[in-house]
């Protein structure tokens, strides 16, 4: 037997039956803590780039329902600008052509992805300047929409007494409305990355000097409505 082998011996009879090695314990305990740790730690990564991802895909979301309220919106004043051109023709020539009249078409827009983002929380997560951006463009959508009830009542509530009167109302309604929504388009266009309108405060000089006479006989009908 060598002289490592004895001293090994001699440990293992000095050392007590039973005994605790403490040294073990300390590096199975520091070993057993780190592995929790880790395990907590991957867990927790795990989750923020699950949240990352969810606030990333709510984002998302709500940057293609704006384009495409966006894109709902460009139809209905494209459909709100032949309406006034095709009303102020047959007033200004006394046309007997029909005035197609198709109501007012509220643009049909949405807010599912922005209510869903605010349900779940996801928007509060959002950075600061992008959602209040968002907020600004929704609003500007919610303007339009009112813009279009406050007319929608006034249909209901007032009959105008000729075929003048109402042309006359039509026109006015849908100027109103074209204004609004290309107020909002504009606003929208650039943060959304999308071509705005050529922009009604433009393009109505134009009309109205094709049709001079139209305008005396706007006043009249809607002298008519009061």
Do not use: C
């Amino acid at each position: 037997m060598d002289s490592e082998d004895v001293a090994t011996a001699t440990q293992t009879a000095d050392q007590p039956k039973g005994s605790i090695s403490w040294t073990r314990i300390i590096v199975e305990f520091t070993a057993i803590v780190f592995g929790v740790l880790l395990g907590l730690g991957l867990n927790e990564w795990r989750t923020s780039a699950r949240d990352a991802q969810s606030i990333q895909d709510a984002e998302a979301a709500i940057v293609e329902e704006l384009k495409a309220n966006f894109s709902t919106l460009m139809a209905a004043r494209n459909y709100h600008e032949a309406q006034y051109r095709e009303a102020i023709r047959i007033l200004a020539t006394d046309s007997s052509d029909y005035f197609d009249y198709r109501g007012l078409s509220a643009p049909n827009t949405t807010r599912a992805a922005l209510d869903a983002a605010i349900a779940t929380g996801r928007f509060a997560s959002i950075p600061g300047d992008n959602a209040r951006q968002y907020m600004r463009l929704y609003n500007e959508i919610d303007e339009v929409r009112e813009t279009e009830r406050n007319y929608s009542r006034a249909v209901i509530g007032q009959r105008p007494e000729s075929y003048e009167g109402f042309l006359g109302f039509a026109i006015m309604a849908f100027s109103d409305l074209l204004y609004a929504e290309d107020d909002a388009l504009y606003k929208m266009a650039e943060p959304l990355g999308m071509a705005p309108p050529e922009g009604w405060w433009s393009i109505k000089p134009t009309i109205d000097s094709e049709y001079p006479d139209a305008f005396r006989k706007l006043t009249t009908g809607l002298d008519e409505m009061d």
